[in-house]
């Protein structure tokens, strides 16, 4: 298996550094390839996204990524993450949401935001008109993505226990746009009989996910409503120090943790790697090894539990003792 490991800027060399270790000490044969993305790229190659890069992660059977800085203000520089989906078509934006032995925990969440990842509000598409007055930003909405990110969340939930897929949209004023992507979504998924099926406004589900948050199995839903609910149901479960994500598209898989490069702490040891291990762990899962993935988030609990952790977590150890902590475990 040959894993392409781009660190990043800030601490992301730091905590893919750990997660590597974690994957090591699952016992999974593999080899690494690393490459460079982000500002510091940027400022070595001219490119935040190196063409070396994308030949790497195709290379690649998946891809482990830390976090990259956005400078402030350069003409032209343009964000790597955006030139990564836009390249691999990472179409699927997956944030699993579980509880943790851990006071910053609510108990019983096992939930999982499935994002459009390629349109939407994000669609890239602006422009100002009035003389600067007006802005206008374009909400793309097509059958094509709508329909492929519904059956990829309903795939997940067939493969789950409470096999339960929420839609969640605003149909209600955003009517044509919206109106698309709740139809096509219903159809898909009143497409697979074993699943319960349900529809939320939402600002609605903004709210159920803070009252009922152990409602919730598999959640599908646009581009910026997705990115929104995604860091809200993330603070449910010990927030940004425990938070990990999935990029996945046909051809290219990426998994990284949600914080950023947190330059405030870089360079002193003290990031939380255990936002990246979890990371790893999804990875493990995607690449067919369930079995050492389970093994890897159990080290976590186990590593939460006994407060071998970092500060921000409420520990005292260091991120290579942190890391430690699950390793020996493992
Ligand atoms: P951030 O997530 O980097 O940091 C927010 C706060 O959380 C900081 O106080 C930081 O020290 C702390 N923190 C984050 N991760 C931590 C960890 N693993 N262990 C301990 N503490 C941690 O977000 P911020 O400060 O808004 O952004 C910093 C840079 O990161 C910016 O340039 C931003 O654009 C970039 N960023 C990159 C992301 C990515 O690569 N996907 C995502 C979010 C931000
Ligand atoms: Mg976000």
């Known amino acids: 298996m040959r894993?392409?490991?781009?660190?990043?800027?800030?601490?992301?060399?730091?905590?893919?550094?750990?997660?590597?270790?974690?994957?090591?000490?699952?016992?999974?044969?593999?080899?690494?390839?690393?490459?460079?993305?982000?500002?510091?790229?940027?400022?070595?190659?001219?490119?935040?996204?190196?063409?070396?890069?994308?030949?790497?992660?195709?290379?690649?059977?998946?891809?482990?990524?830390?976090?990259?800085?956005?400078?402030?203000?350069?003409?032209?520089?343009?964000?790597?993450?955006?030139?990564?989906?836009?390249?691999?078509?990472?179409?699927?934006?997956?944030?699993?949401?579980?509880?943790?032995?851990?006071?910053?925990?609510?108990?019983?969440?096992?939930l999982v935001i499935v994002r459009e990842n390629t349109e939407g509000l994000y669609s890239g598409r602006e422009r100002v008109e009035d003389g600067g007055d007006t802005a206008i930003t374009e909400r793309v909405i097509t059958r094509a993505a709508s329909e492929r990110i519904v059956r990829f969340a309903c795939e997940r939930a067939r493969g789950r226990l409470a096999r339960k897929v929420t839609i969640v949209h605003k149909a209600n004023v955003l009517r044509e746009s919206d109106g698309l992507f709740r139809r096509v979504a219903l159809e898909v998924a009143h497409g697979y009989p074993g699943l319960e099926v349900e529809e939320l406004i939402v600002d609605a589900c903004a709210m159920h996910l803070l009252k009922r948050p152990t409602d919730f199995d598999v959640i599908v839903t646009t581009n910026l409503f997705g990115d929104i609910l995604s860091d809200e149901a993330c603070m449910l479960v010990g927030g940004l120090g425990l938070a990990c994500s999935a990029n996945l598209g046909e051809s290219a898989a990426v998994f990284e943790p949600v914080h950023g490069s947190a330059p405030d702490i870089a360079g002193q040891g003290k990031a939380n790697p255990l936002a990246a291990i979890r990371s790893a762990a999804l990875l493990l899962d995607h690449v067919g090894e369930a079995e050492r993935a389970e093994r890897v988030r159990a080290a976590v609990a186990g590593a939460l539990e006994a407060g071998e952790v970092t500060p921000d977590l409420g520990g005292a150890l260091d991120t290579a003792g942190a890391t430690q902590a699950v390793v020996s475990r493992l």
Do not use: W
């Open 3 to 110: 894993l392409c490991v781009l660190g990043g800027d800030g601490i992301g060399p730091e905590v893919t550094a750990a997660a590597l270790e974690v994957l090591q000490a699952s016992g999974l044969e593999f080899t690494p390839e690393a490459a460079q993305i982000g500002f510091g790229a940027y400022e070595q190659t001219g490119q935040s996204f190196p063409d070396a890069t994308a030949a790497a992660i195709e290379r690649a059977d998946a891809a482990l990524l830390g976090a990259v800085t956005t400078p402030p203000g350069i003409k032209g520089y343009r964000s790597p993450i955006l030139q990564m989906r836009q390249r691999f078509a990472l179409y699927a934006n997956l944030r699993p949401c579980l509880s943790l032995p851990h006071e910053s925990c609510r108990p019983g969440i096992d």
